[in-house]
């Protein structure tokens, strides 16, 4: 499957950005989907996760409330709605796609290129 994420910008802490991840491929609608970021030096987080089907959600604690994510499985698309913006928000974020609802990078198979979100102070 092939992921491609857009959306990113720059934001004011306290806004809000949406971004989305386009997926592409025969069997794009069973996987599950997730996002995670990245900083210059710094490992991989996970954000954010979805089920194939959309019933379950898994979510780092650090964006617990503030981050929403959601897919349109006809449109084969999953979004990661920011809202309440923080600057240590800022990274490249990631969408990944695989066959566990899983916080752990490793057991993601597919990646996108990455969209910068940055949230200025």
């Known amino acids: 499957v092939q992921l491609q994420a857009s959306g990113g910008g720059l934001v004011q802490a306290g806004g809000s950005l949406r971004v989305s991840c386009l997926a592409s491929?025969?069997?794009?609608?069973?996987?599950?989907m997730g996002w995670f970021r990245q900083t210059p030096g710094k490992e991989r987080e996970f954000v954010a996760a979805?089920?194939?089907?959309?019933?379950?959600?898994k979510y780092a604690d650090s964006v617990k409330g503030r981050f929403t994510i959601s897919r349109d499985n006809a449109k084969n698309t999953v979004y990661l709605e920011m809202h309440t913006l923080k600057p240590e928000d800022t990274a490249v974020y990631y969408c990944a796609a695989g066959p566990l609802l899983v916080d752990s990078v490793r057991d993601y198979g597919y990646w996108g290129q990455g969209t910068q979100v940055t949230v200025s102070s």
């Open positions: 491929g025969r069997t794009s609608r069973r996987y599950n």
């Open positions: 979805i089920s194939w089907s959309g019933g379950s959600t």
